[in-house]
Structures are given as C-alpha cells and as structure tokens.
C-alpha cells in the first residue's frame, strides 16, 4: 500500500472512531487490546460494554438520530 494512501485509510477511520459515542471508543480500545494481548475477547469483558452501552442512553440516541437523520448528542461519561 502506498504510504499516502495508508495515511489517508488511518485519518478516515480515526475520523469515523471519534465520531461514535465515548461508550462505543473505550470499549473497542479495550477490546482491541484484549485480542492483541490475549488474541480473544472473554465474555465477561463483553458482558460489561454491552451493560454500559445500555444504561448509558448512547445506544438510544445513536438510533434515534438515525432514524431522524441527524448527527447524535451522545453525553454518556464513565
């Protein structure tokens, strides 16, 4: 891959993460962590974003704003 284009890939996704919910980033850091480390991602560590993901409202209002298609307030903070 050319190198500028590689650039462009890394900026788009990093664009794309920070545009999801803070509750959606940490648990992708701390699950791409657990498969670099342990290459899986053990149920119990998925039972808890999935939790989080629920009682924070984010979840709701990214399908609210969907729907309604308008960009989401996501104000979920640990």
Do not use: N, Y
């Amino acid at each position: 891959m050319d190198p500028s284009a590689l650039d462009a890939t890394l900026a788009e996704l990093a664009e794309t993460h920070c545009s999801r919910s803070l509750v959606t980033q940490l648990a992708a850091k701390e699950m791409v962590d657990s498969l670099a480390f342990a290459a899986e991602i053990p149920q119990p560590l998925i039972d808890k974003w999935e939790t989080s993901a629920r009682e924070s409202r984010d979840l709701a209002e990214g399908l609210a704003a969907f729907s309604e298609r308008r960009a989401p307030d996501f104000r979920w903070r640990p």
